[in-house]
């Protein structure tokens, strides 16, 4: 069960769980260029919540293309798959898994894999090794790691400063696990981004 603790007008998350969309927050477009999917491309989504970022990546990767959307919120990913079926998205699944755990998805499967306003999550919980030891499995060596999170300030949106990662902390918790930063964008008054590559490419500043 998900406990929820109201601050202002944002939901955090205590446990794996639903909490408020960011996308609304986020420059998508930004965001889908530094992914660059191509039509027949791989994409996961790890902590989809209501599916935003799988439905617009579905598109990108057309109709040869794969798309796992992964929650633990069933409610919203019957949603999201309801919402993939009136669209004709087949190429989207939408799956119901613990993001902390082993993901249901073979080795070296995935172009690119999307962690969007949820890490900082799994830091709180405990899991945030596991789920990067994860995300670096599922991925192909030249493929693309988009971690999307909140600015480091005090106020919302957003949880509490203490639990937001500076692009600085974010780094440092990511390259442990094979990956190397490869760009940074700011997609918001309230959010940025940073990819990495686990194919071990140049460093980016």
């Given at each position: 069960?998900?406990?929820?603790?109201?601050?202002?007008?944002?939901?955090?998350?205590?446990?794996?769980?639903?909490?408020?969309?960011?996308?609304?927050?986020?420059?998508?477009?930004?965001?889908?260029a530094a992914l660059d999917l191509k039509a027949?491309?791989?994409?996961?989504?790890?902590?989809?919540?209501?599916?935003?970022?799988?439905?617009?990546?579905?598109?990108?990767?057309?109709?040869?293309?794969?798309?796992?959307?992964?929650?633990?919120?069933?409610?919203?990913?019957?949603?999201?798959?309801?919402?993939?079926e009136f669209l004709g998205l087949h190429q989207?699944?939408?799956?119901?898994?613990?993001?902390?755990?082993a993901l249901p998805i073979e080795d070296g499967?995935?172009?690119?894999?999307?962690?969007?306003?949820?890490?900082?999550?799994?830091?709180?919980?405990?899991?945030?090794?596991?789920?990067?030891?994860?995300?670096?499995?599922?991925?192909?060596?030249?493929?693309?790691?988009?971690?999307?999170?909140?600015?480091?300030?005090?106020?919302?949106?957003?949880?509490?400063?203490?639990?937001?990662?500076?692009?600085?902390?974010?780094?440092?918790?990511?390259?442990?696990?094979?990956?190397?930063?490869?760009?940074?964008?700011?997609?918001?008054?309230?959010?940025?981004?940073?990819?990495?590559?686990?194919?071990?490419?140049?460093?980016?500043?």
């Amino acid at each position: 069960m998900v406990n929820l603790v109201i601050q202002g007008d944002w939901v955090e998350k205590k446990i794996r769980g639903a909490g408020k969309s960011s996308f609304d927050l986020v420059d998508a477009t930004k965001l889908f260029a530094a992914l660059d999917l191509k039509a027949g491309a791989v994409f996961a989504d790890l902590g989809c919540g209501r599916g935003e970022y799988a439905v617009r990546a579905a598109f990108s990767v057309g109709e040869q293309g794969t798309v796992y959307a992964l929650d633990l919120w069933e409610e919203g990913l019957v949603v999201l798959g309801t919402e993939a079926e009136f669209l004709g998205l087949h190429q989207l699944k939408a799956i119901a898994a613990d993001i902390c755990a082993a993901l249901p998805i073979e080795d070296g499967n995935v172009d690119a894999c999307l962690i969007s306003t949820v890490l900082h999550d799994f830091v709180q919980e405990g899991c945030a090794d596991n789920v990067l030891d994860e995300a670096r499995r599922i991925m192909r060596p030249q493929g693309t790691l988009a971690v999307v999170e909140f600015k480091k300030f005090d106020g919302h949106p957003g949880p509490p400063i203490d639990v937001k990662l500076s692009p600085e902390e974010l780094e440092a918790l990511v390259s442990p696990h094979g990956f190397a930063k490869t760009g940074f964008a700011e997609l918001g008054e309230h959010t940025y981004l940073i990819t990495f590559s686990p194919a071990g490419g140049p460093t980016a500043t």
